[in-house]
């Protein structure tokens, strides 16, 4: 079947981008804690990166819309993760940190907005559900090794050795971009413009709809708001549960069990990555409703017990709602833009305002942690955030554009 090998090789691209995208964020957070860095500069360093993100990701979706040479600006852009993490790990200056954060974060928004294209452009509307659950699923699974081996190595000999585990993952990730046959994308289909049952669109600007659509679109607006809210509260508890255990509990091997922490949510991701993706019970609203409903527990259960070990149903908890969403906000947001030629487009506002909320998370959290160290108070301001994820994702379900067309499964969103 052609493209049967390109979509294969785009399963395998996001197991490898798993390690690369994000940089070593949860890991640096962790070392930098255990080289005595001051607590604000280390929330400095993490929201750099997030701000960073903000900023690029919305110039990146729309970049993604117009171009084709999306394989390309893959292989940039994993190179540009890779360069910067070195960065990181080789000097404590401030400044120097804080630059590595800034283009780990650039980088990593053109990688996110390329999968998303890639992942539409080759499954086409009809299989993207399918294939982006698959997708999560081995991008889980990537994240379960790679932590493996950084936690591992980082442990045994030094966190700097990391860097061989994430050096290894980035030759696999140009490997197989590099074995998707570039004319297996449709790269209309890719910006969410797949004609259904009409003639096909003109490839230019005026066959498609204007940007300035999207900000009519109350659903979408909504839901982006709800991104941000849950991520406000979710992106620091990883990192800063890691860091309590290096300031508080005396030969934790904090690296260590950060890469634990990050094998026991990506071992949960796995089945809830492939069982939200096929589904036929449940509309994905639900699943979302449920993933928003989890983080309150899980900065609860943070709250309350300090010990290691406590890492492990926190982190059950988070592999349960981010292995919810790492599926539904792709198809949540082509539910909404279906038709409009902008899904990469949308996808990029509605990862501007989560990652305004991821960014602004550490800064936050760490502000709070202080030099009183109050990890516990942090925890209960991380989860309140996440509550008013609730009544907002409500409101985007009855804000929901009923001018745009369900997505391919023939569901559309309940209200």
């Given at each position: 079947m052609r493209g049967r090998s390109s979509l294969l090789a785009l399963t395998w691209l996001a197991f490898f981008m798993a390690d690369v995208r994000d940089g070593l964020g949860p890991f640096l957070a962790t070392y930098l804690q255990e080289n005595h860095i001051r607590q604000d500069l280390i929330g400095y360093t993490m929201t750099a990166g997030g701000l960073a993100a903000v900023a690029m990701t919305p110039f990146a979706g729309a970049w993604v819309d117009?171009?084709?040479?999306?394989?390309?600006?893959?292989?940039?852009?994993?190179?540009?993760?890779?360069?910067?993490?070195?960065?990181?790990?080789?000097?404590?200056?401030?400044?120097?940190?804080?630059?590595?954060?800034?283009?780990?974060?650039?980088?990593?928004?053109?990688?996110?907005?390329?999968?998303?294209?890639?992942?539409?452009?080759?499954?086409?509307?009809?299989?993207?559900k399918h294939q982006m659950g698959r997708n999560e699923a081995f991008s889980h699974g990537g994240n379960m090794v790679s932590a493996i081996g950084a936690g591992l190595v980082a442990h045994f000999f030094g966190a700097p050795w990391m860097l061989a585990v994430m050096a290894a993952m980035t030759v696999g990730m140009v490997l197989f971009v590099l074995a998707i046959r570039p004319d297996d994308i449709?790269?209309?289909?890719?910006?969410?413009?797949?004609?259904?049952?009409?003639?096909p669109k003109p490839a230019d600007a005026e066959g498609h709809s204007p940007i300035r659509a999207l900000f009519r679109n109350r659903g979408l607006l909504l839901f982006g708001l709800t991104c941000a809210l849950f991520h406000l509260g979710n992106a620091a508890m990883l990192p800063l549960l890691n860091q309590r255990l290096a300031a508080t509990v005396a030969d934790s091997a904090p690296l260590l069990w950060t890469g634990i922490a990050i094998v026991v949510a990506q071992l949960t991701m796995i089945p809830v990555a492939l069982w939200v993706s096929r589904s036929k019970r449940f509309d994905i609203v639900w699943f979302v409703y449920a993933a928003i409903l989890v983080l309150p527990i899980r900065g609860a259960l943070a709250y309350m017990f300090a010990s290691e070990w406590n890492n492990i149903p926190v982190q059950i908890l988070d592999g349960l709602a981010a292995g919810v969403l790492g599926v539904a906000t792709p198809l949540m947001v082509q539910r909404y833009v279906q038709g409009t030629g902008r899904f990469n487009t949308a996808l990029g506002f509605v990862m501007t305002l989560q990652g305004i909320g991821a960014a602004l998370s550490p800064g936050i959290a760490n502000a709070v942690v202080g030099s009183g160290q109050r990890f516990g108070l942090a925890f209960v301001v991380l989860a309140t955030a996440a509550v008013l994820a609730l009544p907002m994702f409500w409101l985007a379900q009855r804000g929901f554009a009923p001018s745009f067309k369900p997505v391919a499964d023939g569901k559309a969103p309940r209200r």
């Open positions: 117009r171009s084709q040479a999306k394989r390309a600006m893959t292989i940039a852009g994993a190179l540009a993760v890779l360069g910067a993490s070195v960065l990181a790990f080789s000097t404590l200056s401030g400044p120097l940190l804080i630059a590595s954060q800034i283009v780990t974060g650039l980088a990593g928004a053109v990688l996110a907005a390329t999968m998303a294209a890639l992942t539409l452009g080759l499954a086409r509307s009809s299989g993207f449709d790269h209309e289909a890719a910006r969410g413009d797949e004609p259904q049952d009409e003639p």
